[in-house]
């Protein structure tokens, strides 16, 4: 039943700590999801928050989803949204956009917790260069599943007979579950790939135990059957895998190598001509921006 199990590497983003899942040399995407980060849990200071100063994207969606705390996201096209838990943030950079993700000012000066999921979503090739756009919606639009000790939240996709409101560009799935101890439930049989990501807790899947940190993908094939050993919290994810290959550097995503060296190109001249006249703007009220990596 299990393809690979996948732990998380610690890594340092804005003033806090991130345990990135994939890409990893051996599982580059699970159905569209190309990027996969569990944010937190953190604490912050009064004083103290994130700050994500402004960077691109180009040939994905990103969708930001939060447990506890809220984070603030401006952009190029002038949107300016906090997010808070339960909510999705869905972000098509398509052909390029640009933005940064805070600490909003009254939980900055109050002190607050963070903690949530970032993942990236590989758009079609028909789709990679479609115009940058931004949606959010609220919690209370998403689908609610239920089962015996088992809660569910529809982020993204279809599952169990049911279509979250996000509009998406290819078949996908992506769900966020609370389960009790010694409940029991069937996976989603819906999508050709699939991963179960645990946030805490510890499940049973074939006879194998896991915990806190760990994907497991999942063979295409398989009926799988999840246990809960401990109080879990999960999130699981997959889709159908997209046509050709991913190419990924920095915040770039392309299934051709020009296109991301052309990105690079655009990031830098834009940075050089101070984002005046250039490819790429910074979003309003921001003056800041990360360079690009050499």
């Keep these: 039943m ?3 199990t996948i732990s998380g590497r610690e890594k340092e983003l804005g003033g806090f700590s991130v345990r990135r899942l994939i890409p990893v040399a051996k599982k580059r995407l699970v159905g569209p999801f190309i990027f996969f ?8 200071a009064p004083g103290h928050g994130v700050d994500v100063r402004p960077h691109p994207h180009i040939g994905l969606a990103t969708v930001t989803y939060l447990f506890d705390g809220e984070m603030d996201h401006r952009d190029s096209l002038g949107v300016h949204q906090t997010i ?4 999705v943030n869905w972000m098509t950079a398509g052909r390029g956009i640009v933005h940064s993700e805070r600490t909003g000012d009254a939980a900055r000066a109050a ?3 963070l903690h949530g999921i970032q993942t990236w979503v590989a ?16 919690s209370d639009d998403l689908p609610v599943i239920e089962r015996d000790g088992v809660w569910m939240r529809l982020v993204l996709g279809n599952a169990y007979g049911e ?3 996000v509009q998406v560009f290819s078949p996908i799935f992506y769900l966020h579950a609370e389960t009790e101890a ?43 059957g999840v246990r809960t050993v401990k109080a879990a919290r999960l999130m699981m994810c997959g889709g159908t895998p997209l046509a050709g290959d991913r190419h990924i550097f920095w915040n770039f995503v392309s299934s051709r190598r020009d296109r991301i060296e052309k990105a690079k190109q655009d990031w830098q001249s834009s940075a050089d001509a101070g984002f005046k006249t250039s490819v790429f703007a910074l979003p309003p009220d921001e003056s800041e921006h990360i360079p690009l990596p050499s």
Excluded at 84 to 87: K, N, S
Excluded at 211 to 219: A, N, Q, T, Y
């Design 123 to 138: 758009l079609p090739v028909e789709d990679e260069e479609s115009p940058p756009s931004f949606h959010h919606h609220r």
């Design 163 to 165: 279509t979250s409101p």
């Design 182 to 224: 010694g409940s029991i439930f069937k996976l989603t049989d819906e999508h050709e790939e699939r991963a179960v990501y645990v946030v805490s807790g510890e499940i049973e899947i074939d006879g194998l135990l896991f915990g806190e940190g760990e994907m497991i993908v999942l063979d295409n094939e398989a009926s799988i």
């Design 111 to 113: 002190g607050h917790d």
């Design 2 to 4: 299990i393809e690979m």
């Design 37 to 44: 980060d569990h944010m937190g849990p953190s604490t912050f």
């Design 84 to 87: 808070l838990p339960g909510d």
